[in-house]
């Protein structure tokens, strides 16, 4: 197997990566795409570090298993398959799945922390950046971590103020003007999807 084209997406907490990766899948097979996140390599709950007020920080790049994740892009970089457990942010009623991820002709690895780590950004040929305003961030946030998680308010708010966006200032918006692409998000990423999908098409023909 030739080596695969590696594509890296990223942007602060709230930019949108998680929808723009799952759009983008649609129009992709299984065989033709594979997509590898830095989610699922949190470490577990009780080696996080807490801050001044006790609370968990998993903010940080140190938060996530790092040599980890760059080991299984390199082993599917060589053609291997390689198996990971689904992080499931901590909640006690969801069953964590086995993930399996194929090797293919494009791969894209995504993440808050991917651009900061240099083991990891030095094997992307092509990088991305989802980019938007920070009061759409701090909404998308508040959405996702109250609805969907059912996190309280004042903790997503707290969370956000001390660990989000010092983390985004710190460790993910130095990198943006080192990026190849910018998607703008603060409306939509149809425009910036359907370049991406051609391009990623083209490659693949």
Known sequence: MNKPYIIGISGGSGSGKTSFI???????????????S???????????????????????????????????VKALIRGETIERQEYTFNNKDAV???????????????????????????????????????????IRRIKRDKIERNYPLDDVLYRYQHHVLPAFERYIAPYRNDVDIIINNNKNFVNGLGVVKGFIRDKLS
Request: aromatic share 10%; with cysteine; net charge negative.
């Open 38 to 72: 830095q989610d699922d390599y949190y470490f577990s709950r009780e080696l996080q570090a807490r801050d001044n007020l006790g609370v968990h920080n998993f903010d940080r790049p140190a938060s996530i298993d790092l040599p980890a994740f760059v080991t299984d």
């Open 96 to 138: 964590p799945k086995m993930l399996r991820f194929l090797p293919t002709p494009v791969l894209i690895v995504e993440g808050l922390f991917i651009f900061h780590s240099k083991d990891l950004c030095d094997l992307l040929d092509l990088k991305i950046f989802l980019h938007a305003k920070e009061n759409l961030k701090v």
């Open 22 to 36: 799952r759009e983008l899948k649609t129009d992709f097979e299984a065989h033709e795409l594979c997509v590898v």
